[in-house]
């Protein structure tokens, strides 16, 4: 089945530096991946998604890059603050199932 | 627009009993999604629902979890008896339809002892 792998587990920037999540996934047949930001105590909120049609999506800070060739895609914050500090998890979905299998999740610290 | 509502927020339990937790989907959602969150790990899917009927639990250990949709809007997730390595956060998510984007609700916290 497929299997969704992420890294770093953990991640520390100083504010206003970058961050770069990779997430790798196994089935090729896989055309949707969401990307969710999970604060302490709190269900995962939907941060941006891409489709497998899509090679690059922004929406301000944050970016998602798809490479179906290499089955891995990434998200990028730029100009980080300490609230964008929280867990942060990839996933990828097949149509079909639509089943989203998760990453093991970043933790990312904005240091102020 | 109100999002997934659940409840309680936190249960705690000693091992061999039973607890349920509740799910309120945003309205309109014709899919229901129950996933477990262990510490550290990504959640994982229990069950799915289409309307009121179930489109996949293959991850659902039969024989202490049970879930039902009634009429197709509030879910409950039922574990009898709990075990130890049940202690996780219990999410649950909807969406419109099952291929587009889930929307997830503020999870139960479970610890058993």
């Known amino acids: 089945g497929e299997n969704v792998e992420q890294h770093p587990s953990t991640l520390s920037v100083q504010e206003g530096d970058s961050a770069v999540i990779k997430c790798t996934y196994s089935?090729?047949?896989?055309?949707?991946f969401p990307w969710y930001k999970q604060e302490l105590g709190k269900g995962p909120q939907l941060i941006i998604d891409?489709?497998?049609?899509?090679g690059e999506k922004k929406d301000q800070r944050i970016a998602v890059t798809l490479n179906k060739t290499a089955k891995h895609f990434s998200l990028h914050i730029t100009e980080t603050q300490p609230e964008d500090s929280a867990v942060y998890f990839c996933?990828?979905?097949?149509?079909?199932?639509?089943?989203?299998?998760f990453g093991t999740g970043t933790r990312l610290k904005v240091l102020a | 627009e109100a999002g997934v509502a659940q409840s309680p927020r936190y249960k705690i339990i000693e091992k061999r009993q039973s607890v349920a937790f509740w799910c309120n989907p945003i309205?309109?959602?014709?899919?229901l999604y129950w996933y477990q969150q262990i510490l550290g790990q990504g959640p994982k899917l229990l069950i799915q629902?289409?309307?009121?009927?179930?489109?996949?639990d293959s991850q659902l250990p039969k024989d202490r979890f049970s879930a039902e949709r009634l009429k197709g809007v509030d879910s409950t997730l039922k574990i009898q008896p709990a075990k130890l390595e049940d202690s996780a956060v219990y999410l649950c998510?909807?969406?419109?339809?099952?291929?587009?984007?889930?929307?997830f609700g503020p999870g139960t916290r479970l610890l058993v002892l």
């Open positions: 998510a909807s969406s419109l339809q099952p291929q587009e984007t889930q929307y």
């Open positions: 089935d090729s047949a896989s055309n949707y």
């Open positions: 891409i489709r497998s049609n899509v």
């Open positions: 996933a990828a979905s097949t149509s079909g199932t639509y089943k989203y299998i």
């Open positions: 309205s309109g959602h014709a899919t």
């Open positions: 629902f289409q309307n009121n009927g179930v489109v996949d």
